[in-house]
């Protein structure tokens, strides 16, 4: 019995020494190798390799091909493949230590023969693609996959394997027949292969990949004589991806017909060209779906994202006659004695009622609509308290300001941990700034900083900084006072006292620091006036005299837009937009401003 456990300790202590003896070689080795001393690590890897085959092979391989000893690499390579001759990726190995001492035939012909072995094996077949993938041999990764599929008998489609290894190999009209191939499979890899497609248009530099796609998409469409609507739908995909929403729109009138969807998809891509600014496209589909008829799902929809759509248009262009306005007012009119006051028509009557109080000054109207919705029992609280930032505002314009400030600390009450909150804390904040309480207002603008994890609005944070600026002594708030008094009658479309107040600030503190501030106030308000030189002018006396303030890169962007959209001088905003790209790389403004100066430059986007 003792030397039975003498015996099984003495083994024990034996498989421990063999086992720190492993460890030592590999950690030879692999100091030789990083030493570039490849014979020496050799040596090493061969003792670890008696020890661990499997973790050793590749990089024993490696290091023979550097010695080189080609003999000592083939005769490793068809021992460790007798180890498991399932895996003909091993053997391809062979094929490399042939290329490795220039047997270029020997070696072509050994990769021939493995790609005839494959077996009715699927993970035989991806490893032994993935092996030539990794060896960048695409060509030989394309035949692997092609004769998997031929093997398996399409049990395995391989689509997405083929399709990468064509990508690798530059044959793009390759890769896109093997996606478009796959979702005729299934509509369930439709989410996946869009994803791809995705990713390939985002990256393609050369900016043809898009247009191969389309073409593709085309024909296959006019070869089809199946029922099935795929690629029509994914080329309507293609288009929104675009943002070509004219082309967009063929499609999905096609698609809403063949698909009977009863204006569903038109109405989505009406409400995308809307968050994209594309109006005329957005009416079209919104206006699609009313000539369905007034007995479909949609039409209520339809007629109020249409009336939408139209004051957003007129009224985000400052371009407008006094014809546009009373069109508009009376096709609001209509809708409304149509379809009544309601909760479906609740959106309609809010934009109507901000249509009234601040284009056509009709306040007392505007108030009377939003009070019927505020009454309204049957609608979401936020959508009510929404009304009543309205209403609020609608307050403002008209002087009552404690009715407003009443509105606005309602919904800062009742939404006190919500966006919606936020909102009212900084509007109340905004009208104390406009009624010169500049410590109550900085106060408001603090705790709501204070009071949320997430970054307060663009507004709230530069209202904060304005006051913080400006009232530190009588003189910076006797101009802050003037200023503020400025934005209100701007507020309140009131432009020429507006205009001859902030004359006035500039005249009478001269250098101050909110002459830039003043400047693009006025700036802002001749745009509305559509003075577009005299604004321009403003804009780019900010971006000389002031080119390191916290308003130079809106003043340079604003400046570039005018110059190509108003000023019709495309080379001069141009220059103004690559200007914005160098002086100002960190600016919100970049990725637009960029877009734009490569549309200018003549680079297809």
């Given amino acids: 019995m003792q030397f039975k456990i003498s015996f099984i300790v003495l083994l024990f202590l034996a498989s421990l020494q063999s ?11 692999n100091q030789y190798y990083s030493t570039g001393e490849y014979d020496k690590a050799a040596i090493y890897y061969e003792k670890h390799y008696q020890f661990d085959p499997f973790s050793t092979y590749d990089s024993y391989l490696k290091t023979l091909l550097l010695v080189p000893d080609y003999n000592e690499a083939e005769k490793l390579v068809k021992k460790h493949y007798k180890k498991n001759q399932k895996n003909l990726e091993i053997y391809i190995d062979l094929g490399k230590v042939y290329e490795a001492k220039g047997d270029i ?63 690798m190999a530059g044959e793009t009209s390759a890769m896109i027949n093997e996606y478009l191939d796959l979702v005729l499979i299934s509509p369930s890899y439709i989410p996946n292969v869009q994803t791809v497609l995705q990713s390939k248009i985002a990256y393609d530099l050369s900016e043809t990949f898009a247009d191969q796609l389309r073409v593709e998409l085309l024909k296959r469409i006019q070869k089809n004589s199946q029922p099935h609507t795929t690629y029509n739908e994914l080329l309507y995909w293609l288009f929104v991806q675009q943002k070509d929403f004219d082309s967009a729109l063929i499609q999905a009138k096609a698609l809403d017909k063949r698909l009977s969807e009863n204006g569903n998809r038109l109405i989505a891509l009406g409400n995308l060209c809307l968050s994209n600014y594309n109006y005329s496209t957005a009416e079209e589909c919104f206006d699609y779906v009313l000539q369905l008829g007034k007995e479909r799902p949609l039409y209520a929809t339809a007629r109020i994202s249409l009336l939408n759509s139209m004051q957003k248009r007129i009224t985000s262009s400052n371009i407008y006659t006094a014809q546009d306005i009373e069109r508009l007012q009376r096709d609001y009119l209509m809708a409304i004695e149509d379809m009544g006051i309601n909760a479906s028509t609740a959106t309609l009557i809010a934009d109507f009622a901000h249509f009234k109080a601040f284009y056509i000054n009709q306040p007392d109207s505007a108030v009377y609509y939003l009070n019927k919705l505020v009454e309204m029992r049957n609608l979401r609280p936020s959508f009510i308290a929404e009304c009543k930032l309205e209403l609020g505002d609608i307050y403002v314009f008209t002087n009552e300001v404690w009715e407003a400030a009443l509105l606005y600390g309602q919904v800062d009450k009742d939404f006190k941990n919500d966006a919606l909150g936020r909102e009212a804390k900084y509007r109340n904040a905004r009208l104390s700034y406009y009624m010169g309480e500049f410590d109550w207002a ?135 937009f690559e200007k914005l790209l160098t002086d100002y790389p960190g600016s919100l403004y970049v990725i637009e401003a960029r877009k734009r100066f490569r549309i200018l430059r003549g680079d297809k986007i």
């Avoid at 003896?21 to 030879?28: F, S, V, Y």
């Avoid at 990764?141 to 092609?146: D, G």
């Avoid at 802002?524 to 080119?547: G, M, N, S, W």
Wanted: avoid cysteine; glycine fraction near 2%.
């Fill in 19 to 29: 086992f720190g003896q492993g460890q030592t070689n590999l950690e030879l080795a």
């Fill in 105 to 167: 035939s020997s070696a072509q012909d050994h990769y021939d023969k493995i790609i005839k072995s494959l077996t009715p094996d699927l993970q035989q077949t991806l490893n032994v693609g993935a092996k030539f993938i990794a060896l960048q041999d695409y060509k030989r990764a394309i035949q692997v996959y092609q004769s998997g599929r031929k093997i398996l008998n399409g049990s395995y489609p391989f689509n997405f394997e083929l399709a990468e290894a064509f990508n």
């Fill in 442 to 576: 900085k106060a408001q603008l603090d705790v709501l900083k204070a009071a949320t994890s997430q970054l307060i609005s663009n507004d709230a944070m530069s209202l904060s900084l304005l006051i913080l600026d400006n009232n530190y002594d009588e003189t910076t708030s006797d101009a802050l006072i003037m200023f503020s008094r400025a934005d209100l009658l701007a507020y309140r479309n009131q432009f020429d006292i507006a205009l001859s107040t902030l004359d006035s600030l500039i005249e009478e503190f001269p250098g101050h620091a909110l002459s830039d501030e003043a400047w693009y106030k006025k700036s802002q308000i001749l745009k509305k006036q559509q003075q577009y030189t005299k604004a321009a002018d403003l804009l780019k006396k900010i971006v000389d005299e002031y080119p390191k303030d916290i308003l130079a890169d809106d003043a340079l962007f604003e400046l570039a837009d005018l110059s190509e959209t108003k000023l019709n001088n495309k080379d001069e905003a141009q220059r103004l």
